[in-house]
């Protein structure tokens, strides 16, 4: 069962979440912006990829992604990060949802790399960390997926596409659909100067 009336309706509902508090520069802890996961999920929501699935969000932060799919009937949702400060903000959000809608599915969180997730989903929602800060960051979330999964969507810095094909083509990885925005990085780190800051992202989805 969906839990919103429209897209926009999961926008401003994904925009409620409590963010990060301190956001760690080194594991490059942003949100995804409301309006950017709505858009990626309301898709795979038509795509038939999400409503009675059994979800994974690798990497899920503060948790936007998977909240976004318990909002669009996803039977279970698994949360994973390595951050307890992170996954601890993530059970706040899920709890606070849960207090105001019934009928969501069932959560599970995991404190652990993602590389120790053996269990096998029917899709992966992720957005890694961009390989600004350690090159090819997002390398091992992606072959994580690959490993646990036939449907994955995943965000990238589009200055990488030609490496994130090539992977994707190692790992006989069919891209169905990419996505470009103007990704907004608010200032939320201590090294940031700009107000905000715009990015070009690709979100990718990969399926065998």
């Not at 508090?21 to 795509?47: C, D, M, R």
């Not at 905000?196 to 992202?201: D, R």
Request: proline share 1%.
């Amino acid at each position: 069962m969906i839990h919103v009336r429209s897209k926009k309706d999961l926008e401003v509902t994904l925009s409620k979440a409590l963010n990060f508090k301190n956001a760690k520069v080194s594991s490059e802890q942003y949100v995804t912006p409301s309006g950017i996961a709505a858009e990626v999920l309301w898709k795979a929501y038509f795509n038939g990829h999400i409503e009675e699935k059994v979800i994974a969000d690798l990497g899920c932060g503060t948790g936007v992604l998977g909240i976004g799919a318990l909002l669009l009937g996803a039977k279970s949702v698994l949360f994973v990060d390595n951050d307890d400060k992170a996954l601890q903000i993530c059970r706040e959000n899920i709890q606070k949802l849960q207090s105001e809608r019934s009928g969501l599915g069932q959560v599970e969180f995991l404190e652990k790399d993602v590389a120790s997730v053996d269990q096998r989903v029917d899709t992966v929602i992720m957005n890694p960390p961009f390989g600004t800060k350690k090159k090819h960051a997002d390398k091992g979330f992606l072959k994580k997926a690959f490993s646990i999964t036939k449907v994955t969507y995943s965000f990238h810095k589009s200055s990488t596409n030609d490496y994130i094909i090539s992977l994707a083509q190692a790992n006989k990885q069919n891209i169905s659909e990419q996505f470009s925005f103007n990704y907004l990085l608010r200032n939320t780190m201590k090294h940031h100067t700009k107000e905000k800051e715009y990015i070009e992202v690709s979100c990718f989805v990969f399926e065998r």
